[in-house]
């Protein structure tokens, strides 16, 4: 282990090839018992891809409505997650052909982010080669990235690209004649916000801090000011397409907002002695991560040598974690601004930042007790810094383990009757698990997410008049206003002594909490009723709803419709003031007897499409000028070198 050590201090490549093994490692489950994962968000995100997917297909893009998956329902859901991200998944499984084949490479892809990303974040602030890969191996093992593979939770995408964009906020402290690195700043966090939104909020939150200890030491701060405004400017070029859409669905529209957990201060991360806990989620930080906290936080205050950037680090790493915890009131917070909830959703959320600092910062420290006196102190032959990395190296062991051990259990879900992690607001329409299980893996990329489907009511249209009801019976203010019945004489059991809770008021309360879930309600009025339905997509991302009627009446049609969604019923242009829509916007009209036939297409804004045209070409432009700005200097350095 020693000579490894040294090996990894003294070479580049060596980092580089172990992250990527490791990565590779993480493959190895599913890999050897060939199956799919399908977690508690893989149906979601498995629809986000397919639909991107097929539009690549038939050269037919409708960045708004969907049109071959979530049901053929018209919803917008890709114009409003990770857009551009979403695209070029969906065109690598064109390329793939195969669902597993996709999650193998996804797996592979973002491990190496990740750890590439932290590692490189690790060797910014000036870590020595071995503390920045224990730092890279760490955080791409310890439950935020690997949230992936076992449930498919879409925020480790933007875990394993925050590192990359706090680079270039290290840069702010650390030179103090250029502290905006323009182009890199923009680019990193547009990727992110292409990506996952609220990852990109949490981060800017992180660069404050570091853009005022920046300004404080450099040495041209109105330049710094003109700069950092400058690459605020671009980033909102190069996500143009991002905030565009949601002004656009937003603006005109009331949008149902991401599921809110009835309690959100379960959902909190806790320093522990044992695993890790399902990322995001919540739950334990696990026995290494805990002991590099606390080991950072409390070296800062024992040590009399340190710097500003590690203060800031770890007071702002540390924050972070705190506002992960349940030292925050999480539920009176949420009971009083219920959009906190929503989307937000899990508090433990924070922790994915406080992590990325207080590793930066851990591993800067150990860098420098690696080279203090006291690490130079034998003790059975070996001096502290050595018994320091054997004990970091068997840390990294153990995430290994747990991350291979929860992935391997995950995949082992596949070949088990139960085939999907979770049954929660699904729906199934195959005979056995087992077809579940073939269509999954058939070159029919749709066969799948046709037998499961699961109602997720994210970015649903609300009509005004539902709006308010949604806001007072929602499955959250039901659980905390109302309360459970308690027996009485009469409604007592026989023998039974003093007041419970009454058995059959707590099942009509429960009832009520499933029946007020947005999650039911679109079962009812989209995946139930689509039987009833024949769905065609046509030229120009029209989607066309056909069904046969014995007499003249209404008809509830299971699509859902926006502000600027243009509808046809039999070959006439309709208002939308010549149909009603239900509590989730699907359309209710009047049909005639016989066939009608139905088409509706998303048409934005003018000013939208212009956002949407300028986008690509605004990051055309920036990855040409890095290019250019790459060649300038690589040529200089030549020149430095040949003199």
């Not at 992936?148 to 990359?164: D, K």
Request: proline share 3%.
């Amino acid at each position: 282990m020693h000579a490894l050590a040294k090996k990894i201090r003294t070479s580049n490549a060596g980092p580089v090839l172990i992250i990527l093994l490791v990565s590779l490692g993480c493959t190895l489950p599913q890999l050897f018992n060939h199956s799919l994962i399908l977690g508690v968000d893989s149906i979601f995100h498995l629809n986000r891809f397919y639909e991107a997917a097929m539009q690549l297909q038939h050269h037919d893009l409708s960045y708004f409505q969907s049109n071959y998956a979530f049901q053929q329902s018209g919803r917008i859901v890709t114009a409003l997650y990770g857009p551009y991200l979403t695209y070029l998944i969906g065109g690598l499984l064109l390329a793939l052909g195969s669902w597993l084949k996709l999650e193998l490479v996804l797996v592979f892809l973002i491990e190496t982010i990740a750890g590439l990303g932290m590692f490189m974040l690790a060797r910014r602030v000036r870590a020595n080669r071995f503390w920045s890969l224990m730092a890279g191996l760490v955080y791409m093992l310890a439950g935020w990235v690997p949230t992936w593979i076992t449930t498919q939770e879409f925020m480790a995408w933007g875990a394993a690209l925050m590192p990359w964009v706090l680079i270039f906020g290290i840069k702010m402290v650390q030179d103090h004649e250029h502290p905006v690195h323009v182009l890199g700043l923009a680019l990193t966090m547009a990727a992110l916000m292409q990506t996952h939104t609220l990852s990109s909020v949490l981060v800017t939150l992180a660069l404050i801090p570091l853009a005022v200890l920046g300004f404080v030491q450099a040495k041209r701060r109105w330049k710094m000011v003109g700069n950092l405004l400058l690459s605020v400017l671009i980033a909102l070029a190069l996500t143009a397409n991002v905030w565009g859409a949601l002004l656009e669905v937003y603006g005109g529209n009331l949008v149902m907002a991401p599921y809110m957990p009835l309690n959100s201060g379960t959902f909190t991360s806790k320093l522990s002695f044992g695993s890790y806990g399902r990322g995001t989620l919540g739950g334990s930080l696990g026995i290494v991560c805990t002991v590099i906290v606390l080991a950072q936080v409390i070296s800062i205050f024992l040590r009399k040598q340190r710097d500003a950037l590690e203060i800031t680090l770890t007071a702002t790493g540390t924050a972070f974690m705190i506002a992960a915890s349940s030292f925050v009131p999480w539920n009176r917070l949420v009971d009083k601004w219920n959009q906190i909830g929503s989307y937000l959703q899990f508090p433990s959320r924070f922790a994915t930042v406080g992590m990325i600092l207080l590793l930066a910062a851990f591993a800067l420290n150990m860098t420098k007790f690696a080279t203090s006196q006291p690490a130079k102190v034998k003790l059975g032959g070996r001096n502290w810094a050595t018994f320091a990395q054997l004990g970091m190296l068997m840390g990294v062991m153990l995430l290994a383990f747990q991350t291979y051990t929860d992935a391997e259990r995950s995949a082992e879900a596949w070949n088990k009757p139960q085939v999907l992690q979770s049954g929660a607001s699904i729906t199934l329409s195959a005979d056995d698990m087992t077809e579940v299980r073939d269509s999954f893996m058939s070159k029919n990329l749709g066969s799948g997410l046709q037998m499961v489907a699961k109602g997720t009511p994210d970015y649903l249209p609300v009509p005004r008049e539902s709006w308010r009801w949604f806001q007072d019976n929602s499955q959250y203010r039901l659980y905390h206003d109302q309360l459970v019945a308690l027996t009485t004489a009469k409604t007592a059991e026989p023998g039974q002594i003093g007041k419970k809770i009454d058995k059959i008021a707590y099942k009509l309360y429960n009832q009520l909490l499933d029946e007020a879930s947005p999650y039911a309600l679109y079962y009812y009025q989209i995946t139930s009723a689509n039987k009833r339905f024949t769905k065609k997509v046509l030229k120009g991302g029209t989607l066309q709803v056909t069904w046969h009627a014995k007499k003249k009446g209404v008809t509830q049609v299971p699509v859902v419709i926006y502000k600027h969604t243009h509808v046809v019923l039999n070959g006439k242009v309709q208002k939308h003031s010549n149909f009603e829509r239900s509590d989730i916007g699907a359309i209710i009209t009047a049909h005639r007897k016989g066939t009608n036939v139905l088409t509706i297409h998303y048409e934005p804004a003018r000013s939208t499409i212009w956002l949407l045209r300028f986008a690509p070409i605004a990051w055309l432009l920036t990855i040409l000028a890095a290019c250019g700005e790459a060649i300038l200097r690589w040529r200089r350095h030549v020149r430095e070198i040949a003199n």
